[in-house]
């Protein structure tokens, strides 16, 4: 031990029970003979001390007082001395301080309970060492200023006016040391999933660890210790370094990080996985070719480089221009039909295979060439009957009665059907009008229509619209009636012309 020990009596434990039991009074004996210390007791004789004088009253009356005492330790039986303590445990050891704990004695004996002492004895040393110079009332007390390295035993005994009882004693010695932190390892976020490398790169993992003192780590590879040669481990005081400078296909696997503190210990494991380029397809065939399009057919290849394939990624080339082109990609079936061909090209094909680190180096591609030819079309007509479209006329919209105002232009309207076209013929009282510049006859589309110039009371009457073809005739007619005054007119030698009544005729 370093420095000096103190001990601190704890607030806590069975203290005002020993307190209660130290203000009684102790029990005088009344034929009680001592010699020497109160460990070694004689059987008692039957004498009795004289009553002091008058002038030893009036002396030193504190005195008198501890004498008497004294006496009475002196002469208190063996009966008197307390037991030993019970239970006594250690509660708590640190680096510098250590707190034990006790039960009060079964018997604390007659006379004034005093207290305990506790005591130390270092290991290979011959005496025995009071923590406290007094005894304390206490059931509890912490040891501090204890050194690392520290180890002795301990016991505790009652006291009391008539002595000090046997002690109980530790069962085991109390060494000191630094506290003990169990090992803990924390993984890094990124590294509790599988660890993906390629070939060449370097694989560096850093993983923090916990434990006071410093823990002992060590790696293993599959079950096994590392490889020297090949993995570096540098252990710190917080974290272990594993260090592949030029990751292999070999390196891949669980490795697992042991931490080790006396018969404690943590494990964490990390799964690395060192990929690179699968290799092309075995093989590759074309199967068919029909139209535009063009069967494939092609075999996994035999190394995946480490890692699941994505798929396969096909692409053509036209033999004019050697040019390749993507058709499909990350295609996981192993069989597969390319349409949309130009006619009258010759065309390769070929395959790569594709996993986490990219496409293979090579490819697989065809030995023949696909050549898509033009199909020859032979015509073979059907016999194409004639369909008769000469039909007679018929009028679809006939003429409707109309009524107009002296001199405002009208037009009379129908509609007609017929193959071959018709000849029309505009008639007014069953008379044709053909050639009169007071009337314009138009006929498009089926649609006939006649127009009435600046028309007078005298235009009124029976209107026919008349067609005619080869295979037949028919006619439509209606009554325009021109209403209104001025009905008559000025003849050309100056005299007034009168209308003439309408007789129904031309």
């Keep these: ?123 290979g040393a011959l005496e025995w060492v009071p923590v406290n110079a007094r005894p304390m009332m206490v059931t509890q007390q912490t040891v501090r200023n204890l050194a690392l390295g ?21 069962d085991q010695p109390v060494h000191i040391r630094e506290a003990i932190e169990p090992p803990k390892i924390r993984v890094p976020r990124h590294l509790r999933q599988t660890y993906i490398r390629q070939v060449g790169e370097t694989v ?20 096994h210790a590392v490889d020297s040669q090949r993995v570096s481990v540098r252990t710190g005081q917080q974290d272990s370094i594993l260090f592949i400078r030029s990751a292999q296909r070999s390196d891949s696997g669980c490795y697992e990080l042991t931490v ?3 018969d404690q210990e943590a494990k964490a494991t990390v799964h690395i996985l060192v990929t690179e380029r699968p290799q092309p397809p075995s093989s590759i065939r074309l199967l068919d070719v029909w139209g535009c399009n ?18 396969y990624t096909v692409q053509k080339a036209d033999r004019k221009t050697g040019q390749w082109f993507t058709v499909l990609e990350r295609y996981h079936p192993t069989t597969c039909t390319i349409s949309d061909l ?37 015509d073979k007509p059907k016999g194409f009957v004639e369909r008769d479209f000469l039909e007679a006329p018929s009028f679809t919209q006939p003429l409707a009665d109309h009524t107009t105002t002296p001199g405002y232009s009208t037009q009379l309207f129908c509609s007609v059907r017929a193959s071959p076209k018709p000849k029309i013929i505009w008639m007014k009282n069953k008379v044709a009008i053909e050639g009169n510049p007071k009337y314009r006859a138009l006929s498009e589309q089926g649609v006939c229509t006649l127009e009435i110039r600046k028309p007078s009371p005298f235009d009124s009457g029976v209107y026919t619209c008349k067609a005619t073809n080869a295979l037949g005739e028919a006619s439509v007619d209606c009554r325009l009636e021109v209403k209104g005054e001025g009905g008559g007119g000025l003849c050309t030698d100056g005299k007034q012309r009168l209308p003439l009544p309408w007789t129904g005729g031309g």
């Design 342 to 378: 130009i006619v009258g090209n010759s065309y390769s094909f070929r395959v790569f295979s594709e996993n986490l680190c990219g496409l293979s180096a090579s490819a697989a591609v065809t030995k023949e060439l696909a050549h898509i030819q033009k199909a020859v079309i032979t």
């Design 204 to 223: 560096n993992l850093q993983i923090p660890f916990q434990g006071n003192p410093k823990p002992q780590a060590s790696w293993t590879h599959n079950g």
């Design 150 to 170: 520290d180890k002795f035993l301990l016991r505790v005994a009652a006291v009391s006016l008539a002595g000090a009882g046997p002690p109980a004693v530790l």
């Design 260 to 262: 080790r503190l006396e």
């Design 294 to 311: 063009a069967a494939l057919q092609w075999t996994p290849p035999q190394d995946t480089g480490n890692a699941e394939l994505l798929g």
């Design 1 to 123: 031990m370093t420095g000096e020990v103190t001990a601190e009596p704890s607030a806590d434990g069975p203290e005002e029970k020993a307190s209660e039991l130290a203000k009684a009074p102790p029990e005088p004996s009344e034929e009680v003979a001592a010699s020497g210390s109160p460990r070694e007791e004689q059987v008692p004789q039957a004498t009795k001390p004289a009553p002091p004088s008058e002038g030893d009253k009036r002396g030193a009356g504190g005195r008198g007082r501890q004498r008497e005492l004294t006496v009475a330790f002196i002469l208190s039986p063996l009966s008197d001395v307390p037991s030993a303590p019970l239970l006594l445990t250690l509660e708590d050891v640190s680096d510098s301080s250590m707190t034990v704990s006790w039960e009060p004695p079964e018997r604390l004996g007659r006379l004034g309970f005093q207290g305990y002492v506790l005591e130390l004895l270092r290991e």
